[in-house]
């Protein structure tokens, strides 16, 4: 083990379940479980609770991510992805899956990989109000604005 990584303190609420683990050498997320079964309604949502709770020190927060194998094989999201655990939370993570799926419900059994838990460093900032903001290069364009997809859709149709 490293001396350099940071600790974090883990609860594991539900002794039975294995504490979240990175998969594979060099992953950013390590998987949280689910403490207990579910069955996602098509297109419904649920909070499944993974039997931990964690400490994480001043300067950090955890984000959790969803699985790219259950969005991709079946369109299970999250529904705040990446959702947010601020250093001073202590109780139980929870993750609230989306079945995107339109026709077929998905059961999650206890023990099963929900998510991604990826830990880091976040800055607090000091917010100072002015006047006017300096430029830059994108200026004042809202979302969507740098192009892409939107961009050459309104193009082709004509739409400006």
């Known amino acids: 083990m490293d001396d350099h990584r940071t600790e974090v303190l883990l609860?594991?609420?539900?002794?039975?379940?294995?504490?979240?683990?990175?998969?594979?050498?060099g992953d950013a997320g390590a998987d949280l479980l689910a403490r207990i079964d579910v069955v996602?309604?098509?297109?419904?949502?649920?909070t499944v609770p993974t039997g931990v709770a964690i400490a994480l020190p001043d300067?950090?927060?955890a984000f959790v991510h969803p699985r790219s194998g259950l969005a991709a094989k079946h369109g299970l999201t999250i529904v705040n992805a990446p959702g947010t655990v601020d250093a001073g939370y202590r109780g139980e993570i929870a993750v609230t899956l989306l079945n995107t799926d339109v026709a077929h419900a998905l059961e999650l059994r206890r023990g099963d990989r929900i998510a991604q838990l990826v830990i880091q460093r976040v800055e607090r900032v000091r917010f100072v109000e002015v006047?006017?903001?300096?430029?830059?290069?994108?200026?004042?364009?809202?979302?969507?604005?740098?192009?892409?997809?939107?961009?050459t859709t309104r193009q082709a149709t004509g739409q400006e």
């Open 11 to 25: 609860q594991r609420l539900d002794p039975t379940l294995d504490a979240p683990a990175y998969a594979h050498p």
């Open 40 to 46: 996602i309604p098509p297109q419904g949502r649920v």
């Open 59 to 61: 300067g950090f927060a």
């Open 131 to 151: 006047e006017t903001l300096p430029g830059s290069h994108r200026g004042t364009g809202g979302f969507g604005s740098s192009g892409g997809w939107g961009q």
